[in-house]
């Protein structure tokens, strides 16, 4: 549900950007938007979401975080879900590439045609429905190579933008992409559920982990997107890119284990 509504406001938030700045200027956005957000922090505070005594709580457990323990934790973890952090890893390089490189590309395209400034919102649209329609379908088992298979296709997809040159095309490209990389997300999400129900008191760890390499891509991704764009501009890259998608997911098909076993042995001497 908190995904969907990611989606929604990733969706429809470029476009009433791009309407305030064709009304009003740069300086409306920012009023606007700082507005929405005061707003949204009052209401957030009114309805009580901000439970004090469960931050207290949280503050006390974290007094006894031991950052070299913790590391140690990971490192076990790693060797036994690697591939899907790996995934989640790539998935995020993709998403970073289209929330850097690809504001860029659709501005070029938005002076070509009108179509290329719906490059993002093309690409944001498909996780607004398909989460929910993943979830129906009640896919129980191979989630890992389905979500490696949908992650091939993206970037497959991906790398086809740089040999096309019509903002249509492209805008339509994105997103398939979208649907794609949606997909993948969505049964991720489902491994990890299956995989923390197995872990018990000891999932903060794996939650941790997920989390950091996420934010992992977000910080690398622009950075890499960004060197090759100014080396060889925004369609290549978007190229290059899924076609080095394309390649680990189709790497990893290979080397995922069809079950990722959990070291119970290790976890249960793990302190809480």
């Known amino acids: 549900m908190i995904g969907v509504v990611s989606s929604i406001a990733y969706c429809i938030g470029p476009l009433i950007g791009s309407w305030l700045f064709l009304w009003r200027g740069n300086l409306v ?31 006390e457990e974290s007094e006894g975080f031991n950052l070299l323990e913790e590391v140690e934790y990971w490192r076990v973890l790693f060797h036994h879900v690697w591939p899907i952090l790996l995934v989640s890893y790539i998935l995020g390089i ?14 070029v395209l938005s002076k070509q045609s009108w179509l290329g400034g719906f490059l993002l919102p093309a690409f944001t649209l ?21 979500a490696e298979k949908f992650m091939l296709l993206s970037g497959v997809l991906m790398a086809a933008i740089g040999f096309v040159d019509s903002p249509a095309a492209i805008v339509f490209l994105a997103l398939l992409v979208g649907v794609m990389i949606s997909m993948a997300w969505t049964l991720v999400s489902a491994v990890y559920s299956d995989i923390l129900a197995r872990m018990g008191k000891e999932q903060k760890h794996l939650m941790g982990m997920s989390s950091s390499m996420t934010n992992l891509a977000y910080i690398t991704g622009p950075v890499m997107a960004g060197v090759m764009a100014n080396s060889i501009g925004e369609k290549q890259t978007m190229m290059w890119i899924g076609a080095a998608v394309a390649l680990a997911a189709f790497v990893l098909l290979f080397v995922t284990p069809k079950k990722l076993k959990l070291p119970q042995t290790e976890m249960a001497e793990w302190k809480d």
């Open 29 to 59: 956005i920012i009023f606007v938007y700082a507005a929405l957000a005061l707003i949204a922090y009052v209401v957030w505070l009114a309805v009580g979401i901000k439970d004090k005594k469960k931050a207290v709580e949280e503050k």
């Open 94 to 107: 993709v998403d970073a590439t289209f929330w850097t490189t690809g504001v860029v590309l659709s501005d």
């Open 126 to 146: 498909p996780a607004i429905f398909l989460g929910i329609v993943v979830a129906r379908m009640g896919i129980y088992k191979g989630k890992k190579k389905m």
